[in-house]
């Protein structure tokens, strides 16, 4: 009797039939043919399977290791011994050109070009450029891609980070990893297809939102799942103290029961359907726990991401812990680390940043190489924009500041079919603006959804008569970048 | 090679899918017939607007060929790039180059081109054919015809009826040969008109009262009296609390405080004082440009200040005042116009009649405001409001403002409207760019729903004014449809943000039109809607689904049974809490920190301002109403968010209601839900009954009926299996552990911790959340 109570149900209900089948859209497209509105938020039928790949993908998981509040370009992978050379010099008219400033440095009477504090070498076959800052990323700049010519529209901190995440500078969009989620379904079902880990150095900081892993429009099953570094990885996760799982089990059957008799009376889908959610839940409180406990970490693996992957919360800790789960399948692992603000004292500042994070990064790149992961993982590295090559307020020799600089700056990506050991684009001698092969926000995201077999023109969603896109109206695939 | 490849496990999924299918043939599609007579509005515009218009309809940059298919004389014309030819050939498909080319296998002919990802199916070509052949007549969209009021249908049945609304769907059932469901058992129909009316589960003095009265008009008594409870007013706000945006943040990424919350208490206020549909409004878009306006008028434009307001250092002043006129403007067009008006920011509109330059018409009205982008970045109490503001004094509450809830002596600001002297200009704004300023332009509205005339000011009250003529063909129509969704979880017109051309098409357009012109010949009266809505026979059937009805009809959008849906995220709480005997009825106030795990805000802040920590209340606050629930924008409350709240981001007029594991975790370790039960179980301890009698009470408060023999069985004997469990009192005490409720000191610990769990179990339910 249970057994048809539940099965009766899964023939219905359309957030069950995901679960099961873990086939994303494409079981979900199939199963809208037969069921009108199988999607509470109307389904494109027309257009039916977005989500069907038109290629192989490359990637098959994403991890994504925002840099929030912008770290300089110029301090860590866009070399210009020009602005040494200078140094205290005013920046040319005609380089700006007209470019829009903040509110921060609109008023200031000049705009003194300031160079690198730190020294820049060269590393690898490739022969990148990288600055003393990031020790670590230099020894592994063979496997990634660095992109110079990043450019983005916004010049704040919330729209810029919103755009790069949503593909819109306002509005309740859904983020890349939902888009993910929903294009793709879940890989592993005992855990959410898209979480997001926070951290934050000790420099100026700008706050994130969860605004920036919401599902917008789309099912809340595919909101990014936050993991938290206390006691509770996921929220509610952790039964009461004095409950083992035995007990837990026995109120989940006489549940099971009780809603069974409901079911009875009202032949409503959605109550099998609820029971499921329950075991879901039953189930992840099991698998999470296991994989965030990093304390079985091997010695090796502690070493490569350094002593602070074994203090919850850091960076470190979160670059393990997405690998982790990147490894049990999370199809997209959000990071964040905020502190990267570096209007004033960037040269101490952006030190610590760089500490933070650089040898993780590094470990993360090795360590999936080492477990044949990186060639379906796909790893980006970057802020939301980059900063002026002049200096915010007061400059001395060893002391200075940079504003917000949407025309160009630097991320970047590997693994996930995306070619090792190249450097791609290349900004002016200032630093200032892109010469060659731009890559505007929305080609990145193109970008990134191409390399995990999505067309970023045909994964849509008809929300309010409209067909929305990670992509907005534009964005071409960085064919160039790509094995 | 790839795509065969995935083709082939599509087809294998089919087969595992039909297979666990089989016992059940709502999933064969079923094809619909081509109605005898084709309409334009029902059967073809829908075609034509989702396939067509994006590149031959109203936007004229993106326009191919010079052709557009939304205008029957431009469609009509001979086209320009070939004169012999027309697009459309009234009653002769074969010469129309519309049918040829959708009909063409062609890919150099072929339309929709492939380029655009779009193909019609072999049943819209059939519906266009015949179309054509019929005369290929076009009819102006029907959401921008006024309403008028249709007779009210005839049916067989009549002694099933109610009243008007249940002719309307009773026809349209017989129609299709269905019968309605009976009436809702009593205690079903009791808690979905309390949950439904106030938010509120009934109490147990309720349902007695209700059960023993045998009188005719025994439902309508309980109507009447849950229309006149003060929690009326919160339930109904709650919904104009989505649509308004309301927080307790400023938003973006700072986020720091606003105290907005007096402007909340007026909403409670109006819905409980019934107040008319149209001054609700008024008074919210221009209570500060009526005459003589008092502080209350001033206090409702509230609305229009709701908007996130950014404290972040070093923006544009311009792009960001810009960018409050434009949340105005759009909330304007999807709450009251129900219209994706925000569609022509940034070009003319792709589907609807509504040019860009309409869109800064409307804009006009929002873009005098006497304020700033960045007025102020994190700071003390005076950054708490935004210019223009009001401030409220403890005068004020005790003579004018007696709805406020103000509880101390402390400055209350509240951000409201107020114009500048002079008119600041309004420009199209190229691509929406906030500096690229293009035509000037003057406050106007979209000609297609209703010219501006001279009649009106050109200002917020001629706004008005012109919302609530009667010739206007949404205002009403929108209204009525999003209390109707409040009602039955699915609005008339499915999507209630959009009746233009993309928007889904009324199921009911007849029973639409009568309760909107109903709704504007009776005084825009609220409460007399909501009491229609829910004295309807329709309203009271039993929510039991057949598997015939499942089958034919599983979205229920012919109504046939009442719906079954989760209820929303504020009354998960309040169910929780009432039931237990936690909640504390108070009205209004400042928004209250109940429990919440910790970190939450801290991982997430910039470090700025008093939000930067989570400082947890205590005492009375940990049990208000969800709705009172303090909403940071940047981390809404998580419960709330878990099951679907707004994070009042931007306007909303409708949730998604969903169905997952996240829920599933909070309702078993919520220390909300886990104290409730503590409580509750200890109340039922302390009483002098047997362990089934505690079980049926607890039910009847949960649940909101008496259970069935089985149920009493099932839970009575898990109360005796976690007697064994807790008998080591250490072991009980932990479990107690949570929440800042005492707990009675007499009282047996390992009884107490058994009974929790049952109360815990009582909770998860799935009915006990469920409007059934």
Excluded at chain 1, 137 to 159: Q, W
Excluded at chain 1, 381 to 400: I, L
Excluded at chain 2, 373 to 386: C, F, R
Aim: net charge neutral; with cysteine; aromatic share 10%.
């Amino acid at each position: 009797m249970e057994k048809d109570f539940l099965e009766h149900g899964l023939n219905f209900n359309r957030r069950r039939f995901l679960s099961k089948l873990s086939l994303g859209l494409g079981s979900v497209a199939l199963g809208s043919l037969l069921i009108p509105d199988l999607f509470t938020g109307g389904m494109d039928e027309s257009s039916l399977p977005p989500g069907i790949p038109d290629f192989a993908p490359k990637a098959k998981r994403v991890i994504y290791l925002f840099q929030n509040g912008a770290p300089s370009q110029l301090e860590s992978f866009d070399y210009k011994p020009k602005l040494r050379e200078m140094m205290g010099q005013e920046l040319p008219a005609s380089i700006r050109a007209g470019q829009r400033l903040t509110g921060m440095t609109a008023n200031q009477a000049s705009f003194p070009l300031v160079g690198s504090y730190y020294d820049f070498k060269q590393y690898g076959d490739s022969r990148a450029w990288v600055s003393d800052l990031f020790p670590y990323t230099a020894k592994v700049v063979d496997d990634i891609c660095i992109i110079k010519s990043m450019h983005t529209e916004a010049i704040n901190h919330d729209p810029a980070l919103t755009f790069f995440q949503t593909g819109a500078q306002q509005g309740n969009r859904p983020s890349m990893g939902a888009w993910l989620s929903y294009g793709l379904g879940s890989e592993n079902k005992n855990l959410p297809a898209f979480t997001v880990l926070l951290s934050r150095g000790k420099g100026n900081g700008q706050g994130v939102y969860s605004k920036l892993w919401t599902n917008g429009f789309l099912d809340s099953t595919h909101q990014g799942v936050q993991f938290s570094s206390g006691e509770d990885p996921v929220l509610y996760l952790k039964d009461p103290e004095g409950l083992n799982r035995f007990e837990r089990r026995k109120m989940l059957d006489h549940l099971a029961k009780l809603n069974e008799i409901s079911y009875q009376e009202f032949g409503d889908p959605e109550i099998s359907a609820k029971v499921q959610q329950y075991e879901m839940a039953y189930r992840m409180q099991t698998a999470v726990p296991e994989i965030t406990d990093l304390s079985k970490e091997p010695d090796d693996i502690i070493k490569l991401y350094g002593p602070d992957c074994l203090v919850p919360g850091t960076f470190a800790a979160n670059c393990l812990l997405a690998r982790k789960l990147s490894e049990n399948g999370v199809r997209f692992v959000q990071l964040y680390h905020q502190g990267w603000d570096q209007h004033g004292n960037l040269p101490s500042e952006m030190a610590g940043q760089a500490k933070d994070v650089d040898q993780a990064s590094a470990a993360l790149i090795t360590d999936l190489k080492q477990r044949g992961l990186l060639d379906e993982t796909l790893v980006i590295w970057g802020g939301e924009f980059g900063r002026t090559n002049y200096s915010q307020g007061k400059m001395t020799k060893d002391n200075y500041g940079r504003d917000h600089h949407p025309r160009c700056f630097s991320i970047w990506m590997a693994g996930g079919g995306v070619k090792p050991g190249i450097v791609y684009g290349e900004s002016d001698e200032f630093g200032y603006n892109v010469i060659s092969n731009p890559v505007h926000v929305h080609d990145f995201q193109a970008t990134v959804l191409h390399q995990l077999g999505l067309n970023h023109e045909k994964l849509t969603f008809k929300h309010l008569g409209r067909r929305y896109r990670l992509t907005d109206v534009s964005g071409k695939v960085v064919k160039d970048i790509l094995i | 090679m790839y795509r065969r490849l995935f083709y082939l496990m599509l087809a294998f999924a089919a087969v595992v899918y039909a297979i666990q299918a089989c016992n059940s043939s709502a999933s064969q599609v079923v094809e619909e017939q081509i109605p005898d007579q084709v309409s334009y509005n029902f059967h073809v515009r829908p075609i034509l607007s989702d396939k067509c218009f994006a590149c031959h309809g109203p936007d004229a940059n993106k326009r191919e060929a010079g052709l557009r298919l939304d205008i029957a004389e431009e469609a009509y014309k001979a086209l320009k790039e070939n004169p012999s030819a027309h697009a459309l050939v009234p009653f002769k498909p074969e010469a129309s180059e519309v049918f040829l080319r959708i009909s063409s296998t062609d890919s150099a002919l072929m339309m929709p081109p492939k380029s655009s990802n779009l193909k019609l199916t072999a049943h819209e070509i059939a519906m266009i054919e015949k179309w054509i052949k019929q005369g290929a007549k076009y009819e102006r969209h029907w959401a921008f015809n006024p309403p008028k009021a249709p007779a009210i249908p005839k049916v067989k049945t009549e002694d099933w009826a109610k009243n008007e609304i249940d002719h309307f769907i009773l026809a349209k059932l017989e129609q299709k040969g269905v019968k309605p469901n009976a009436e809702a058992d009593k205690e079903r129909l009791l808690k979905r008109l309390s949950l439904d009316l106030t938010g509120l589960p009934p109490d147990i003095a309720m349902m007695d009262k209700f059960l023993a009265d045998g009188s005719n008009n025994a439902y309508a008594k309980v109507v009447e009296s849950l229309l006149q409870s003060p929690a009326y007013g919160e339930k109904m706000a709650l919904h104009w609390l989505d649509v308004s945006r309301y927080a307790d943040s400023h938003g973006y990424q700072d986020d720091n405080y606003r105290s907005q919350w007096p402007w909340r208490d007026w909403v409670i206020h109006a819905f409980n004082k019934n107040m008319p549909y149209d001054q609700f409004i008024t008074w919210q878009l221009a209570g500060d440009l009526m005459p003589d306006a008092t502080k209350e008028q001033l206090l409702a434009t509230g609305f229009n200040r709701n908007h996130k307001i950014t404290e972040e250092g070093g923006v544009i002043d311009e792009e960001y005042r810009v960018e409050y006129v434009t949340d105005r403007t759009n909330a304007f067009g999807k709450a009251l116009l129900g219209v994706t008006l925000e569609c022509a920011h940034c070009h003319d509109h792709k589907y609807d009649p509504f040019s860009q330059k309409e869109y800064y018409q409307v804009f006009a009205f929002f873009n005098n405001v006497k304020e700033v982008g960045l007025e102020s970045s994190v700071g003390g109490p005076e950054t708490y409001a935004k210019k223009p503001l009001m401030e409220i004094s403890n005068e004020d509450v005790k003579k004018i403002l007696t709805f406020v809830n103000k509880q101390d002596t402390s400055r209350l600001i509240v951000s409201v409207m107020g114009d500048r002297d002079t008119l600041r200009k309004t420009y199209i704004l190229n691509r929406g760019v906030y500096d690229a300023h293009g035509e000037e332009v003057e406050a106007g509205t979209p000609k297609s729903v209703l010219p501006f005339g001279n009649q009106y000011a050109k200002n917020r009250l001629g706004l008005s004014k012109w919302l609530f003529d009667k010739q206007n063909p949404l205002t009403s129509r929108v209204f009525v449809n999003q209390v109707w969704q409040e009602f039955f979880g699915r609005g008339l017109v499915k999507t209630s943000g959009d009746f233009g051309m993309q928007g889904e098409l009324p199921s009911h357009p007849e029973l639409l039109d009568w309760l909107a012109v109903d709704f504007m010949n009776h005084g825009w009266n609220i409460k007399r809607l909501v009491k229609q809505i829910v004295s309807s026979s329709t309203y009271r059937q039993s929510a039991v689904v057949s598997a015939e009805k499942l089958r034919t009809d599983p979205e229920n959008i012919l109504l046939a049974r009442a719906p079954r849906y989760r209820i929303p995220a504020e009354s998960v709480r309040d169910v929780v809490l009432a039931s237990s005997g936690l909640l504390v009825k108070t009205i209004g106030g400042p928004s209250v920190k109940p429990y919440q795990p910790g970190g939450l805000w801290e991982a997430a802040t910039s470090g700025r301002g008093i939000l930067a920590n989570y400082k947890q209340d205590h005492g009375q606050s940990l049990y208000r109403r969800g709705m009172y629930t303090f909403i940071k924008r940047t981390v809404p409350p998580p419960t709330m968010a878990i099951f679907d709240a707004s994070n009042r981001d931007q306007c909303e007029v409708k949730r998604l209601n969903t169905n997952t594991p996240l829920q599933a975790l909070v309702m078993l370790n919520d220390p909300t839900v886990l104290e409730a039960s503590r409580v509750l179980a200890a109340k039922l301890l302390q009483e002098n009954t047997a362990v089934e009698a505690k079980v049926i009470k607890a039910f009847r408060l949960i649940v909101c009926r008496n259970p069935n023999e089985k149920e009493i069985k099932l839970l009575s004997s898990y109360y005796t299996d976690q007697l064994k469990v807790f008998a080591q009192k250490s072991k009980a005490e932990k479990v107690l552990a949570v929440g800042e409720y005492p707990v009675p000191e007499k009282i047996n610990k390992s009884n107490l911790a058994a009974m929790m769990e049952v109360m815990t179990t009582i909770y998860n339910l799935e009915e006990t959340i469920t409007k059934t």
